[in-house]
């Protein structure tokens, strides 16, 4: 499929996990892709895989890396700014980089809460501010905020859950603002994803990822956690033109657990 054919993306976290995938699938379709992830050369690597796949060659696609800190203002601007001035324009922003920081209420210290709400909520104002700008002078856009099921509560995480949550109510306010704009904002809120995240989860709390991916699978309907590419999936539907007329919404994506 070439649905994102000369389409300009900008994917964060896009190093590893969701954001690779999501990044991967963008320029397999076609899209030249922003790979933006704060450890650098790790984002190159990745912007190298991506750029050398068959299928982004033959559909026009292309990758680069942005090594940045979506939490430094400056460096998202500068970043933004330069891949505008490089592409011309840019048409998807992704706000994907997270970071969770688990702890009990009693334990969790400032320092963790800040740092996951700077990197999961106030990342997503800086880049989606410094894209909109382009955006609304192109009459069009599309942003997809990657929110969590966290959001509606999950014990250890009071930080993300907060910051998952902020998502949300910050993605439907952008769909208010820039929807006259013809620029659609949405989420996705996915459950348990294999990923290096909850690698490190698992590894944090005594088990084997796999031990800890079966315990999760066992209370999920479909009776298994979902793969980064699944989630990419719902993400390039929610930038494609299929989804013209949806703004401001939240997609669970938890295999249909309650
Ligand atoms: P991951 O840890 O594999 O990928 C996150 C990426 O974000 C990494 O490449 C990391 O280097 C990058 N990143 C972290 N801080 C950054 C910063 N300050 N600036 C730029 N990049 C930064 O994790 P995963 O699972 O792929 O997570 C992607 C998103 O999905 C996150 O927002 C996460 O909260 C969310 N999510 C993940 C779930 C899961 O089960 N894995 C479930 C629900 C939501």
Known sequence: MTRFAGRRAIVTGAAGGIGFATAQRLAEEGASVGVLDVRGPDAE??????????????????????????????????????????????????????????????????????????????????????????????????????????????????????AKAGVQGFTATLALELGPFNITVNAVAPGFVRTGMTDATASRTGRSPEEYRADAAARIPLGRVAEPEEIAAAILFLASDDASYINGQTLYLNGGAR
């Open 45 to 162: 690597h990745a912007a190298r895989q991506i750029a050398a796949s068959a299928f982004v060659s033959e559909r026009g696609g292309s990758a680069r890396a942005l090594a940045v800190d979506v939490t430094d203002e400056d460096a998202v601007e500068t970043a933004v700014a330069g891949f505008v001035s490089a592409e011309g324009g840019i048409d998807i922003l992704v706000n994907n980089a997270g970071i969770t920081r688990d702890n009990l209420i009693f334990r969790m210290t400032l320092a963790d809460w800040g740092r996951v709400l700077d990197t999961n909520l106030t990342s997503m104002f800086l880049c989606s501010r410094a894209v909109q700008r382009t955006m609304v002078a192109q009459g069009s856009g599309r942003i997809v905020n990657v929110s969590s099921r966290s959001a509606l509560g999950n014990r250890g995480q009071a930080n993300y859950a907060a």
